[in-house]
């Protein structure tokens, strides 16, 4: 059984940082691009940051740019996003995806829970 499991949410206060995690089980997504995307209270799902398979390539949204960076242990089969700077905007239940398509960046059929990020002004 494939899963993605995040950790790492919180409440944090304007200005602080975060580190999610995403640790896979059920197989290697070590030959897949893996991202994560968030959704704020009545919005729909937002894209955030992508890697590629060997973590040689990332990409993230305009919004999160510059504050947020995403990584990946293969070895470990988790990626992680780095969320510094962060703002009330912020505030969302964020989800780690696996098999993303690089470049359109629609996500993949694998979904973590999600991890809820709350940032305090």
């Known amino acids: 059984q494939v899963q993605l499991v995040e950790s790492g949410g919180g409440l944090v206060q304007a200005g602080g940082s975060l580190r999610l995690s995403c640790a896979a089980s059920g197989r290697t997504f070590s030959t897949v691009a893996m991202g994560w995307f968030r959704q704020a209270p009545g919005k729909g799902r937002e894209f955030v940051a992508a890697?590629?398979?060997?973590?040689?390539?990332?990409y993230t949204a305009d919004s999160v740019k510059g504050r947020f960076a995403i990584s990946r242990n293969n070895a470990k089969n988790t990626v992680y996003l780095q969320m510094d700077s962060l703002k009330p905007e912020d505030t969302a239940v964020y989800y780690c995806?696996?098999?993303?398509?690089?470049?359109?960046?629609?996500?993949?059929?694998?979904w973590g829970q999600g991890t809820q990020v709350t940032v305090s002004s």
């Open positions: 890697i590629n398979w060997s973590g040689t390539r990332t």
């Open positions: 995806n696996a098999e993303i398509s690089w470049g359109t960046w629609s996500p993949g059929k694998y």
